[in-house]
Nanobody, 123 residues
Framework: QVQLVESGGGLVQAGGSLRLSCAAS????????MGWFRQAPGKEREFVAA????????YYAVSVKGRFAISRDNAKNTVFLQMNNLKPEDTAVYYC????????????????WGQGTQVTVSS
């Protein structure tokens, strides 16, 4: 398995931006496809975005498409989530996750998870 550590969360006003990072470590980390999920208080964890191991394919939830962008730097074993035009409904703990295959939006196919980073968007 790969070890994942998220950073970059914080408090931001509506309309603002944040960039989340996910540092991966482990011998096979570069072969993992990666995803971001989020969980708001009282709600189930939901898919946000995913990227293939090469970075050639990306996937987004409808709620964030056009506002968020996922990318990766395999040389640095890091995945990013650029979040623009943030809304109060984006408030959640954001988790980075790694998978070998399967549906990018299905949390059950992700075998490695980070500890999460809090994102709070004020109105």
């Amino acid at each position: 398995q790969v070890q994942l550590v998220e950073s970059g969360g914080g408090l931001v006003q509506a309309g603002g931006s944040l960039r989340l990072s996910c540092a991966a470590s482990g011998r096979t980390s570069r072969s993992y496809a990666m995803g971001w999920f989020r969980q708001a208080p009282g709600k189930e964890r939901e898919f946000v975005a995913a990227i293939s191991w090469s970075g050639g394919s990306t996937y987004y939830a409808v709620s964030v498409k056009g506002r968020f962008a996922i990318s990766r730097d395999n040389a640095k074993n890091t995945v990013f989530l650029q979040m623009n035009n943030l809304k109060p409904e984006d408030t959640a703990v954001y988790y980075c996750a790694g998978r070998i295959g399967g549906d990018p939006s299905d949390s059950r196919v992700y075998g490695s998870w980070g500890q999460g980073t809090q994102v709070t968007v004020s109105s």
